[in-house]
């Protein structure tokens, strides 16, 4: 058997030339915990008792979803090392099938969240188009908690053109902000790691069909260039939520959890301003004070995800 460590080993696995870049991300991101503990030994000191020990671990804190993808990854590379004769056995092979579809639903949280997020980063510099489209409707839609009817009718020469003309807050340094109409028209307000993931996504970005305004538009050969409609947001948002391993995210979540982690670090009326609740700041405007939409441009970035 080798003395090929196991950080060697998997630098070797990603470096296969026949795996894509998004799934390298994908298992750069679900192992690195793994990696940080074993990186250093050698292949044959990784036991099948190691292994249980830091799954036994895992179950405190993760959902089953998450475990499930972090078994298949871990498994995957195992294989690999098995395949390339390091090893004589695969040690992961006896871990327990973990359900990958929750058998009750999960509210989404901040760590959900932020595991979503992190796989966008990855997603927007895949060669994959509709990897980057789905990243960039994740991500706006995380960051403002804008509604889907909100995101689905942003228009594309406007996003362009706030692309090119940020403003500066010494705080949270550039905001972009593009009007989209919807339900109850909002101003999405992002900063420069959402702004990135949306850039990659324009450098890709089909040409619309029948001159379209939208943003976001269909990617496959059948309806190339066609507007995106919501229940294609809908797949947007399961996609990410699938690669991240983590329990569906729904639009409402998203908005919610903005919603509170700007009302528990700033304020209540604030947090309606920013999320565009219009019945919700107007007593206040009328009898206290008129919320600054500035604050809430601030609020909405400083509590959001900075990269």
């Known amino acids: 058997m080798s003395?090929?460590?196991?950080?060697?080993?998997?630098?070797?696995?990603?470096?296969?030339?026949?795996?894509?870049?998004?799934?390298?991300?994908?298992y750069a991101y679900k192992l690195r915990p793994f990696l940080e503990r074993h990186g250093e030994l050698v292949l044959t000191a990784v036991t099948p008792g190691a292994i249980n020990s830091w799954f036994a671990e895992m179950e405190r804190s993760y959902a089953e979803a998450t475990l499930a993808m972090t078994r298949s990854c871990l498994v995957t590379f195992l294989n690999y090392c098995v395949a390339q004769s390091w090893l004589a056995s695969n040690?992961?092979?006896?871990?327990?099938?973990?359900?990958?579809?929750?058998?009750?639903?999960?509210?989404?949280?901040?760590?959900?969240?932020?595991?979503?997020?992190?796989?966008?980063?990855?997603?927007?510099?895949?060669?994959?188009?509709?990897q980057r489209r789905d990243a960039a409707v994740f991500a706006l839609a995380a960051i403002s908690g804008a509604r889907r009817s909100n995101i689905?009718?942003?228009?594309?020469?406007?996003?362009?053109?706030?692309?090119?003309?940020?403003?500066?807050?010494?705080?949270?340094?550039?905001?972009?902000?593009?009007?989209?109409?919807?339900k109850t028209p909002i101003s999405v307000v992002f900063g420069e790691w959402h702004a990135d993931i949306l850039r990659r996504w324009l450098e890709v970005r089909p040409s619309a069909v029948k001159d379209s305004n939208r943003l976001f538009v269909h990617v496959r050969r059948s309806s190339l260039g066609q507007p995106l409609q919501e229940n294609g947001l809908g797949h947007a948002r399961r996609?990410?939520?699938?690669?991240?391993?983590?329990?569906?995210?729904?639009?409402?979540?998203m908005r919610r959890l903005r919603g509170t982690k700007i009302a528990r670090e700033f304020n209540l009326e604030l947090a309606a301003e920013a999320l565009g609740h219009i019945s919700g700041t107007k007593v206040v405007r009328q009898h206290y004070y008129d919320p600054d939409r500035h604050m809430a441009e601030v609020a909405?970035?400083?509590?959001?995800?900075?990269r």
Do not use: W
Not at 239 to 253: D, K, R, S, Y
């Open 152 to 182: 689905v009718y942003l228009p594309h020469r406007e996003t362009v053109s706030a692309l090119a003309h940020p403003d500066y807050d010494k705080t949270v340094g550039n905001i972009y902000r593009v009007s989209a109409r919807g």
């Open 300 to 306: 909405i970035l400083q509590t959001g995800r900075s």
């Open 3 to 26: 003395e090929t460590t196991v950080r060697a080993a998997f630098e070797l696995f990603l470096a296969d030339p026949g795996r894509k870049l998004i799934t390298r991300s994908k």
């Open 91 to 130: 040690p992961a092979r006896q871990l327990p099938r973990y359900d990958d579809r929750p058998k009750q639903v999960i509210t989404a949280d901040e760590e959900h969240l932020g595991q979503a997020l992190t796989i966008c980063g990855f997603m927007s510099r895949s060669a994959n188009i509709q």
């Open 239 to 253: 996609n990410v939520c699938q690669l991240a391993g983590v329990p569906v995210i729904t639009f409402q979540e």
